[in-house]
């Protein structure tokens, strides 16, 4: 069974730094690119970006490009999201997502994770 | 950038109606890369279809998808006490993959 398990809730200052991870099980991890969701409160799904955890290749929304970092460890199936300096902005959820075709960056996701919510009180 | 244009915002049916959502895009894009997400409130978005027209896997049948070019549809033909959710098409094979502002289907 193909799962996305994502970390647990964080809430954090504004300029603190801050990485969530989402472990992947169940299908092979380097295979499929894995993509990052945001979801503001009470507003719509935003595609972040990307990463390939077979070679950690990531790719990003213009909109996300300098503010968050994706990374993956392949080692442990395991991609992450990233902030150096936190804003209240940042408040929101997070979904990680696998694209559903083998190393197709531009599939649509076929698998979510149970989401993480990041809370910066301002 | 590509810009999808969800209609209605919101639609308030009865249970046992048929939903028609649409999704506009700003240009004309290829049929195969159009998908369509439901989420339940406090739930994790889930995929319905894929490809503008294909069912993913489990979903019922009442869950449609046409369209092509500019204009897409989802459509469920009786809608049922669980399908109350909102509703998101989205562009993909091109980037960056792009959501639109979604619909709420609610209960009348």
């Known amino acids: 069974e193909v799962q996305l398990v994502q970390s647990g809730a964080e809430v954090k200052k504004p300029g603190e730094s801050l990485k969530i991870s989402c472990k992947g099980s169940?299908?092979?991890?380097?295979?499929?690119?894995i993509g990052w969701v945001r979801q503001m409160p009470g507003k719509g799904l935003e595609w972040m970006g990307i990463i390939y955890p077979g070679d950690s290749d990531s790719r990003y929304s213009p909109s996300f490009q300098g503010q968050v970092t994706i990374s993956a460890d392949k080692s442990i199936s395991t991609a992450y999201l990233q902030w150096s300096s936190l804003k209240a902005s940042d408040t929101a959820m997070y979904y990680c997502v696998r694209h559903s075709e083998v190393g197709d960056s531009l599939s649509h996701f076929d698998y979510w994770g149970q989401g993480t919510l990041v809370t910066v009180p301002s | 950038e590509i810009v999808l244009t969800q209609s209605p915002g919101t639609l308030s049916l009865s249970p046992g109606e048929r939903a028609t959502l649409s999704c506009r895009a700003s240009q004309s894009v290829r049929s195969t890369y159009l998908a369509w997400y439901q989420q339940k409130p406090g739930q994790t978005p889930r995929l319905l279809i894929y490809?503008?027209?294909s069912r993913a896997t489990g979903i019922p049948d009442r869950f449609s998808g046409s369209g092509s070019g500019t204009d897409f549809t989802l459509t469920i033909s009786r809608l049922q006490p669980e399908d109350f959710a909102v509703y998101y098409c989205?562009?993909?094979?091109?980037?960056?993959?792009?959501f639109g502002g979604g619909t709420k289907v609610e209960i009348k």
């Open positions: 169940g299908y092979s991890f380097t295979s499929y690119w």
């Open positions: 490809g503008a027209s």
């Open positions: 989205q562009l993909y094979g091109s980037s960056p993959l792009t």
